[in-house]
Structures are given as structure tokens and as C-alpha cells.
């Protein structure tokens, strides 16, 4: 009897040792699992504050202080200069941080969603004021507006079809002209291939040159915002379904 008691106590002491061991080996593979969540979060937190995005957001944040700058130019011409400084910063910002990420190979999901959307916000703000200072014609405006519209949505139909669909290489081309008729057209006030000046006189060389900067830029800008368009829509207008 004594020895089965033994035996018994034996058992139980292991059983026991047993529970203790696998009860250490849960713990510590929930603190491994806890450890590599906080890591996981830690550092998805990481790639979305990286320099890139941060730079997507300073330039969303520059466009009102553009905006106000120009509505605010008649109380002082300088504002308009003050204006131009602001968008070329932010235009810079959009090439620094697409040289950065490149270079880094950083590729977040917010970076190719935000980034075109802060260029079109950009953009967008820069065609209305200059068509509210009678500087580009309005119709133009409507097509580089009605364009992004359209391709936003777009793609919101490939994000629900799980697809991030990013910018192409017209559609980065004709950012790049319509950037540069933005600021030639924040420098001349004459409009579109006017070879007389908004005083009714000759235009001086430099003058002259400046305006057809512009305008050459802005057929540019008008020709690529077509036909990026179009290429858009070939390629990506399959994630538009009618049926659903």
C-alpha cells in the first residue's frame, strides 16, 4: 500500500512538473506571439511615416496656403510671387520624394494612392486660380479636372477588385507639363500664344519667350491630359463592371 501511495505521489509530482513545463512553453510562446505583433505594428507603422509620405503630405498641405496666397494678390503683388515659390516647392517635393522612394525601394500602399492624389490636388488648385486670373482658358480647366475625376474613380473600382492601380508614364508626363504651364503661367499674364501684351503693346523678347514657354507647355499639357486619358481607360477600364 505504501509503495502504490508512492507510486501515486510519483505520478502526481510528474504530471504536475509536466502541467508546469507546457504552462511556461503557452506563456512563453504568447509573449514570442505578443513580441512579434508589436514589432509587426512597430514597423507598418514605420513604412507609412517614411520620408516619401511624409513629403506626399507637405504638399497637400501647401496647396491652400497656395490658394489663399493667390486670392489674397491684390492686396499685394508680391503674394503671386509669395504663390509661385509655395507650388515650385511643392512640385519639388513630388520629384524628391519619387527619387527618394526609388532609390530606397520604399513602396507603401499610401504612397501609390496618396501621391498622385496630392499632384492632382496640386494641379487642380493651380489650373482654377490661373483660370480665375484669366490666365488659362476655362474649358481647359474642366478637361484637367473631369480627367482626374474620371480616373479616380477608376481607381476605386481596381482597389475594390483588389488591384492598386499607380500612375503611368504619360500620365507622369503630363504632370510634368502641366507643373511647368502652372508656374510659366504664375510669370506671364498675357494667356495663351498672345503676342501683344495685356497693356496693348509689342511684347519685349523676353516677354515674348515666356509666353510662348507657356503656351507650348500648355498644348502639352492639354495634348497629354487626352491622351493619358485614354490609355488610362484601355488599360484599366476592364475593373469597371456595369453589371454589378
Do not use: H
Not at 25 to 45: G, H, P, Q, T
Not at 165 to 186: D, P
Amino acid at each position: 500500500m505504501k509503495k502504490s501511495a508512492k507510486n501515486e505521489n510519483e505520478l502526481k509530482v510528474e504530471v504536475n512538473e509536466v502541467a508546469e513545463v507546457k504552462e511556461a512553453e503557452v506563456k512563453e510562446e504568447l509573449k514570442v506571439e505578443i513580441r512579434d505583433k508589436k514589432e509587426k505594428k512597430e514597423k507598418v507603422k514605420k513604412e507609412k511615416i517614411n520620408l516619401p509620405n511624409l513629403l506626399t503630405v507637405v504638399r497637400i498641405c501647401l496647396v491652400p496656403v497656395f490658394v489663399v496666397l493667390l486670392v489674397l494678390e491684390d492686396l499685394w503683388v508680391g503674394l503671386r510671387y509669395i504663390a509661385l515659390g509655395i507650388f515650385v516647392l511643392a512640385s519639388l517635393t513630388d520629384w524628391v520624394d519619387g527619387k527618394i522612394a526609388r532609390k530606397k525601394n520604399i513602396v507603401t500602399r499610401f504612397g501609390k494612392l496618396m501621391d498622385p492624389l496630392a499632384d492632382k490636388i496640386l494641379v487642380a488648385s493651380g489650373f482654377i486660380m490661373l483660370t480665375g486670373l484669366g490666365v488659362v482658358p476655362a474649358w481647359v480647366t474642366v478637361l484637367v479636372v473631369c480627367r482626374d475625376f474620371l480616373l479616380n474613380t477608376i481607381r476605386m473600382f481596381g482597389t475594390e477588385a483588389g488591384v492598386t492601380i499607380s500612375a503611368g508614364i504619360y500620365g507622369k508626363i503630363k504632370t510634368a507639363f502641366q507643373m511647368i504651364t502652372i508656374t510659366l503661367g504664375l510669370l506671364d499674364t498675357n494667356g495663351l500664344f498672345a503676342f501683344m501684351s495685356t497693356q496693348g503693346r509689342l511684347m519685349g523678347f523676353g516677354e515674348l519667350l515666356l509666353n510662348v514657354g507657356f503656351s507650348i507647355s500648355l498644348v502639352g499639357a492639354v495634348i497629354f491630359t487626352v491622351w493619358s486619358t485614354i490609355d488610362y481607360v484601355r488599360k484599366c477600364g476592364k475593373y469597371i463592371d456595369i453589371r454589378k
